[in-house]
């Protein structure tokens, strides 16, 4: 588009969005803000996407997906406001980009961020409910040594997932360990094999080496097996993992750990349906904060078959 020059018409053909309220183009944009594709490492993200897509669909409506990498350039559509809202996901924009569209109706989506550069409303998982339900489901297999062990120190998610961890592991009398992510420079990978392994290491070495352990992304739990195992220390009968999010990779987990679904889709339904209203209602001046709560999905038990 930007080879040949085209721009998008500010009122595109098709079917319109229905309940016109403030709506001029019947389309929105999802800006993606970071170097990375992210969506292509993030699971969740995708699929919260796909329901974004999906819900806008049945509406009427269209979306355009933009990423702004560090050039920090706006889609044509985007810079040229034929677009009536905006789906932000990722790291806040330079200051240049926000004043651009800043006065558009925004919804970040699976942000919890309250740091500078960010506005407009969210759409978010619970992360205090995720990690009350892994202190619960610890304490519920009988694990009273609890660890916590953080894989990315700049996800603020994190943070209020091994708060709550704690308190609801110390309100049950629980011991708790919250493994820091102590590494240094904002280059150093969220899943990183070596440090993994150096972790276990630090939970082999406590004097009470923990029962329980929750690791809030479940795509690093294959390395936890494996790190654990090179130790000695066996998944499923030494010790008890609860992991976050649904992913492939937990069909090839033995044994396969609980896990907490963060319902993606309903994040990105949720999403959808609240940027509609901010611009049919011509909300944009409101700010929102909905939280979407996780469910505990419990490993599935097979029995053996009988030898009669």
């Not at 677009?83 to 980009?97: E, S």
């Not at 008890?240 to 750990?257: F, K, N, W």
Request: aromatic residues 6%.
């Amino acid at each position: 588009m930007e080879r040949i020059g085209y721009t998008p018409p500010a009122v595109r053909r098709g079917p319109q969005a229905r309940g016109r309220g403030g709506v001029k183009t019947g389309s929105v944009a999802m800006l993606i803000f970071g170097a990375t594709p992210t969506l292509a490492v993030a699971p969740v993200a995708a699929r919260a996407l796909h329901a974004i897509e999906s819900s806008l669909a049945e509406e009427g409506w269209g979306l355009v997906l933009g990423q702004v990498g560090k050039g920090g350039k706006l889609p044509a559509s985007v810079s040229g406001k034929h677009v009536d809202g905006l789906i932000l996901y990722g790291q806040a924009p330079p200051r240049q980009i926000a004043d651009q569209i800043r006065d558009l109706p925004s919804v970040w989506l699976l942000s919890q961020r309250s740091t500078r550069g960010f506005w407009g409303s969210r759409v978010q998982p619970d992360n205090e409910a995720i990690g009350r339900l892994a202190a619960e489901y610890l304490a519920d297999q009988g694990c009273r040594e609890l660890a916590f062990i953080h894989l990315d120190r700049s996800h603020i998610g994190f943070e209020e997932r091994a708060e709550a961890f704690k308190q609801t592991a110390l309100a049950s009398d629980l011991n708790v360990s919250i493994l820091k992510d102590d590494r240094t420079g904002s280059a150093a990978p969220p899943i990183d094999p070596q440090w993994i392994a150096t972790q276990v290491d630090r939970l082999a070495e406590l004097s009470n080496r923990p029962t329980g352990i929750f690791l809030p992304r479940v795509s690093a739990a294959g390395l936890l097996y494996r790190a654990l195992r090179s130790r000695g220390i066996e998944p499923g009968r030494d010790v008890t993992v609860v992991t976050c999010d649904q992913d492939a990779i937990l069909s090839a987990l033995e044994p396969q750990p609980a896990t907490i679904d963060v319902q993606p889709d309903m994040i990105g339904r949720s999403a959808a349906k609240l940027l509609l209203w901010h611009i049919q209602e011509r909300m944009a001046a409101v700010r929102t904060n909905q939280l979407v709560e996780p469910r505990l999905v419990e490993p599935e038990v097979f029995e053996s078959p009988s030898r009669e």
